[in-house]
């Protein structure tokens, strides 16, 4: 479904991703790891065609995803559809003055008519939990049930790739909970950038690691790459500190294993 080859991408003088090469298949649940500034929004964009590869290439179904290709009406109004973007923060992806119109927001924008529009918002509301919000602002939400808003956005949409940029980090261990069974029940291809390797494992078997120095330094199975102290000290997800028990001290890694 998707062949990353190659691909960079530079902000003005900074290099954000370097010769990042893989490929994807139709149904993959694929993690990709990475601290904080490592490239894994940057990367998200690219697949969702927002910004471009100054060097490689992006292949969609075979097809090369470039500013002039996305100029095309019919194939940009295909890949927007096919292709999902939830952003880390449901704050930024949030305007319409009620949920129901937020939820049905992409949809009018795709012209479907109005009683398909309301039959998809209700099932989709309904399916995650929030159709007694229909009618509120969705400004007026919690952090999590705003999550959930954007979330139906996307579904209504019935994508064939949805990227998740750090889907958690906005949720309290409840909604976590209900977020990590809803991902694995959901029979769509993939992709979530995470830092957090305590959630790393729930949400795919696949992890695609990215370094400080913006590369792909693993591309595997999870566990393996848990099991790798130095490809974890590599992509800097383990630190090391001192403990001290009575008058002994000394010196360990551990992993950034913390929940959002």
């Known amino acids: 479904m998707i062949s990353i080859k190659n691909v960079k991408y530079s902000y003005e003088t900074a290099t954000v991703l370097r010769d990042v090469s893989f490929q994807v298949k139709k149904g993959e649940k694929v993690v990709i790891l990475g601290v904080n500034g490592s490239g894994k929004s940057t990367l998200l964009k690219v697949l969702n065609g927002l910004i471009f590869p100054s060097e490689g290439e992006y292949l969609y179904k075979g097809e090369r995803i470039t500013e002039k ?38 949809l009018r924008q795709l012209g479907e008519d109005k009683k398909v529009i309301d039959e998809k918002v209700r099932y989709w509301a309904d399916k995650i939990g929030i159709y007694r919000h229909l009618d509120k602002p969705p400004f007026n939400l919690s952090g999590g049930e705003k999550q959930k808003v954007c979330l139906a956005s996307l579904l209504v949409l019935e994508p064939e790739l949805m990227l998740l940029d750090e889907p958690t980090s906005n949720l309290d261990p409840r909604s976590t909970g209900w977020f990590i069974d809803f991902l694995y029940e959901l029979d769509k291809t993939v992709i979530t950038t995470t830092h957090n390797l305590g959630l790393a494992v729930e949400m795919g078997e696949r992890g695609i690691v990215l370094s400080e120095n913006h590369t792909v330094i693993y591309d595997g199975c999870l566990k393996g790459f848990l099991k790798d102290r130095d490809k974890l000290i590599e992509a800097n997800l383990v630190h090391i500190h001192k403990h001290r028990h009575g008058k002994v001290e000394h010196s360990h890694y551990h992993t950034h294993l913390f929940f959002d």
Do not use: H, W
């Open 69 to 106: 290709k996305l100029k095309d009406k019919a194939f940009n109004k295909k890949f927007r559809k096919e292709v999902v973007l939830l952003f880390q923060s449901p704050d930024s992806m949030l305007f319409n003055p009620t949920v129901y119109d937020e939820i049905a927001f992409g």
